[in-house]
């Protein structure tokens, strides 16, 4: 009677396999940081997209699409995360369907392709440098646009915003740069896919 309730008590061996196989499976999140930077040339006769809000301002960025760095600089940060190359790459300023986009569809281009490789973004750091206009009214828009853009929480983003003291091409107001860094997260469900 005493060795058949001691021997209740012992792991059977499926039990004992079962475990040996949740020893094997991965539990911990995977995680990868990016970084992004993008400056565009400051003309008369354009708008000024920034985070994907129009700011008014008597100049607007240069370039082949909307020209928005911040949303340029994020959408690096996270290919980068990714390993997944750059803005330039994947939206080529040769092609004409690129031609004056609206850099937020970008954004969500970009968010689907490291969504379809099971990554999904923790946070996002934005610092835009410009001498002008002064953008701090500006930045609840745009971390608005920027979560929508990326189907996050507005808490997943943080703007930050400063000149460049008067100093080089940023300080002569001759353009506008933004650096974003981008940390993005693989639900533990998927960590044993390989990592692209
Ligand atoms: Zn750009």
Same mark, same amino acid.
């Given at each position: 009677m005493a060795r058949a309730v001691s021997s209740s008590r012992l792991p059977s061996k499926e039990a004992m396999k079962v475990k040996a196989t949740q020893r094997k499976k991965p539990?911990?999140?995977?995680?990868?940081?990016?970084?992004?930077?993008?400056v565009h040339r400051l003309i008369l006769g354009r708008k000024l997209m920034l985070g994907g809000v129009e700011v008014p301002h008597t100049h607007g960025l240069d370039g082949h699409s909307d020209a928005d760095v911040v949303l340029h600089a994020i959408c690096d940060a996270i290919l980068g995360a990714a390993g997944l190359g750059d803005i330039g790459e994947h939206f080529p300023n040769t092609d004409a369907k690129y031609?004056?986009?609206?850099?937020?569809?970008?954004? @969500?281009?970009?968010n689907k392709k490291i969504q379809d490789a099971a990554? $999904?973004?923790?946070?996002?750091?934005?610092?835009?440098? /410009?001498?002008?206009?002064?953008?701090?009214?500006? @930045?609840? @828009?745009? @971390?608005?646009?920027?979560a929508f853009g990326l189907n996050i929480e507005q808490t997943q983003v943080n703007i930050k915003a400063g000149t460049n003291e008067g100093?080089?091409?940023?300080?002569?107001?001759?353009?506008? /740069? $933004?650096?974003a860094v981008v940390?993005?997260?693989?639900? /533990? /469900?998927?960590?044993?896919?390989q990592a692209i």
């Amino acid at each position: 009677m005493a060795r058949a309730v001691s021997s209740s008590r012992l792991p059977s061996k499926e039990a004992m396999k079962v475990k040996a196989t949740q020893r094997k499976k991965p539990t911990q999140l995977s995680f990868r940081t990016g970084i992004g930077h993008d400056v565009h040339r400051l003309i008369l006769g354009r708008k000024l997209m920034l985070g994907g809000v129009e700011v008014p301002h008597t100049h607007g960025l240069d370039g082949h699409s909307d020209a928005d760095v911040v949303l340029h600089a994020i959408c690096d940060a996270i290919l980068g995360a990714a390993g997944l190359g750059d803005i330039g790459e994947h939206f080529p300023n040769t092609d004409a369907k690129y031609k004056g986009i609206s850099s937020v569809e970008l954004l @969500k281009q970009v968010n689907k392709k490291i969504q379809d490789a099971a990554w $999904a973004i923790e946070n996002v750091d934005v610092m835009i440098l /410009a001498e002008a206009p002064k953008l701090q009214e500006f @930045k609840p @828009k745009m @971390k608005y646009h920027i979560a929508f853009g990326l189907n996050i929480e507005q808490t997943q983003v943080n703007i930050k915003a400063g000149t460049n003291e008067g100093l080089g091409y940023i300080g002569a107001k001759e353009g506008i /740069a $933004a650096y974003a860094v981008v940390l993005l997260k693989r639900p /533990a /469900a998927h960590c044993g896919m390989q990592a692209i």
